[in-house]
Each structure stands twice: as C-alpha cells, then as structure tokens.
C-alpha cells in the first residue's frame, strides 16, 4: 500500500524559507514522476515542481522558479521542496503526489503553508 506523508509546513513572514518532506513507502519508485501540488483557498489544486525519481529531472510551474527546489534522497524515498523568498501567494495546502508511467496517482494529506506579509 502506497503512503506519501508530508511535513515541514507551517507559517513563515515573506521572504522567509521553509521545506517541505515527503516521506514515500509502500513500494519502489523507480520510474515514477514525484510532484508537489498546491491549493490556495478557493482555488483548484495547481502543479508546482516534479522530480523524475530515476532520473532527477526537474521542473518548476514559472511563479516558483528561482525560489523554490524540488530534490529526492533515494535512500530514505523522501522528496523534498525548498522553497526560499516566500510570498504570500504561495500560501496553500500543499501536496505531495508520486504518478506511476501507467498513469497512476497516489497523494499524501497535505501540509498547511502560511505566508504573512
């Protein structure tokens, strides 16, 4: 059974850093697309950066490039998001997503970042 637990969030003033882990079990992941997501309030969930696991390929939704870095540790299967300058539209809930090659998707419960300016 698959299980992606986030951690790290919390509420920082702008211009601050924080980041974000995703701790992945059930399986290998070899292959797999890992993705962070973000849902603002009122607004629908929105990609923000993706890590290839095999390969460590990366890429960044433009409003957080720059600012933000996705990275993976194999060995732990923990992804990670830095994301430093915070704004406060980068508050959200953010989630983390592991996306098989055949197209299937499994999410964690999220975690709440709240930026203050």
């Known amino acids: 059974q698959v299980q992606l637990v986030e951690s790290g969030g919390g509420l920082v003033q702008a211009g601050g850093s924080l980041r974000l882990s995703c701790a992945a079990s059930g399986r290998t992941f070899k292959n797999y697309a890992m993705r962070w997501f973000r849902q603002a309030p009122g607004k629908e969930r929105a990609f923000v950066a993706t890590i290839s696991w095999t390969s460590g390929t990366t890429y960044y939704v433009n409003s957080v490039k720059g600012r933000f870095t996705i990275s993976r540790d194999n060995a732990n299967n923990t992804m990670y998001l830095q994301m430093n300058n915070l704004k406060p539209e980068d508050t959200a809930v953010y989630y983390c997503?592991?996306?098989?090659?055949?197209?299937?998707?499994?999410w964690g419960q999220g975690t709440q970042v709240t930026v203050s300016s």
């Open positions: 997503n592991a996306n098989s090659p055949s197209g299937v998707g499994y």
